[in-house]
């Protein structure tokens, strides 16, 4: 049987469960859920950007332009591509818009 882990989002006052083989936003949305932005769900648009403030876990391949080195080393990932490996506490960390960004 599969570890079930925590997950709290801080600034949303929220919390839900996460297997171990399941990706964060996967298992929020499982769940019925939405303190985090859902998108492509597939690390293509970086809607679901996270910074884990505590907590292990284990990152897939993620787009560097959504998420940078910096970024990755802060503790900010793409929640899509995200697997706990032990109980995480999380907020939400938007992506700043880039000037060469239209609003369109
Ligand atoms: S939902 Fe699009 S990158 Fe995660």
């Given at each position: 049987?599969?570890?079930?882990?925590?997950?709290?989002?801080?600034?949303?006052d929220?919390?839900?469960?996460?297997?171990?083989?399941?990706?964060?936003l996967?298992?929020?949305?499982?769940?019925?859920?939405?303190?985090?932005p859902?998108?492509?769900?597939?690390?293509?648009?970086g809607?679901?950007?996270?910074?884990?403030?505590?907590?292990?876990?284990?990152?897939?391949?993620?787009?560097?332009?959504?998420v940078?080195?910096?970024?990755?080393?802060k503790?900010i990932?793409?929640?899509c591509?995200?697997?706990?490996?032990?109980?995480?506490?999380?907020?939400?960390a938007?992506?700043?818009?880039?000037?060469?960004?239209?609003?369109?």
């Amino acid at each position: 049987m599969s570890a079930r882990f925590e997950i709290t989002v801080e600034d949303k006052d929220a919390q839900f469960q996460c297997r171990e083989e399941q990706r964060l936003l996967h298992a929020m949305q499982a769940q019925g859920l939405a303190p985090i932005p859902v998108g492509c769900k597939g690390g293509g648009c970086g809607i679901c950007r996270v910074q884990i403030i505590q907590g292990e876990y284990e990152i897939r391949k993620m787009n560097r332009d959504h998420v940078t080195e910096e970024d990755e080393r802060k503790g900010i990932v793409l929640s899509c591509r995200v697997i706990p490996k032990s109980n995480l506490s999380l907020r939400l960390a938007p992506k700043p818009k880039a000037s060469n960004e239209s609003a369109a």
